[in-house]
């Protein structure tokens, strides 16, 4: 049983940085496509961000709204996967989740939520001065 827990959410101004973090368990890290979702209040849960497997040269995906604003990595033999958001703005404030999925299904739908397998807890993000 994939198991992902996420950490690293709180608040910050408007223009700050945060690093979420998702520690996967249960499984190789490297099995999976790896995402990043939001969700705002009384809105839908959207892709923000993920990166697939090494069998697909780790490409990257981005929502164009955080394009240029958020970086995806990982670090496999720690099993973590990290958001680094910067220039935070107050309409990135949301629950994140993260989510775990099959990499051919991702790579097919990137970004999509019907493509995970696997969801993690959430970390509140609030964006506010």
């Known amino acids: 049983q994939v198991q992902l827990v996420e950490s690293g959410g709180g608040l910050v101004q408007p223009g700050g940085s945060l690093r979420l973090s998702c520690t996967l368990s249960?499984?190789?890290?490297?099995?999976?496509?790896i995402g990043w979702f939001r969700q705002a209040p009384g809105k839908d849960r959207e892709g923000v961000a993920e990166?697939?497997?090494?069998?697909?040269?780790?490409?990257?995906y981005y929502a164009e709204s955080v394009k240029g604003r958020f970086t995806i990595s990982k670090d496999i033999p720690k099993k973590i996967v990290y958001l680094l958001m910067s220039d935070l703005r107050p309409e990135d404030t949301g629950v994140y989740y993260c989510?775990?999925?099959?990499?051919?299904?991702?790579?097919?739908?990137?970004?999509?939520?019907?493509?995970?397998?696997?969801w993690g807890q959430g970390t509140r993000v609030n964006v506010s001065s």
């Open positions: 249960g499984y190789n890290l490297d099995n999976y496509a």
């Open positions: 990166i697939n497997s090494a069998s697909f040269n780790d490409v990257t």
């Open positions: 989510a775990a999925g099959d990499p051919v299904w991702i790579e097919a739908r990137p970004l999509h939520p019907n493509g995970v397998d696997y």
